[in-house]
């Protein structure tokens, strides 16, 4: 997981989605909210129309957490954002990984498409 000082409290989640922007991608929506202070703060949050087993939300933020690891350095400072997931993303992000289906790279193309679209 990302350490505490780089995720998003309760209070600066509403204020994104309140006055943020946002960039879709087919399973996963970036709202993000511009600030003046010299902070980067991104945070998971996966809704119970995703799954209803907690177990399967909690694995979706932790694939995010590990990708987003890799990826931290390149998003802009000044920048508080949540990945929302999708209704069908347990279905592109979850499950096993095989010789023909690889979730986690799923997940790694569309968190740097959406990185792409803010830079």
């Given at each position: ?51 209803k ?39 592109v ?6 010789k ?17 679209k803010?830079?």
């Amino acid at each position: 997981m990302l350490s505490k000082q780089n995720r998003n409290n309760r209070k600066e989640i509403e204020q994104i989605f309140k006055s943020g922007s946002f960039v879709n991608s087919p399973n996963l929506t970036f709202k993000f909210f511009k600030t003046k202070d010299n902070l980067k703060k991104i945070s998971f949050i996966t809704p119970k129309t995703v799954s209803k087993k907690a177990v399967a939300r909690n694995l979706l933020r932790r694939r995010g957490d590990a990708v987003l690891k890799k990826y931290f350095k390149d998003f802009p400072v000044n920048l508080l954002g949540v990945f929302v997931f999708g209704k069908k993303s347990m279905e592109v992000f979850g499950g096993r990984k095989n010789k023909s289906y690889s979730p986690i790279n799923n997940l790694e193309n569309e968190i740097k498409n959406i990185l792409n679209k803010i830079n």
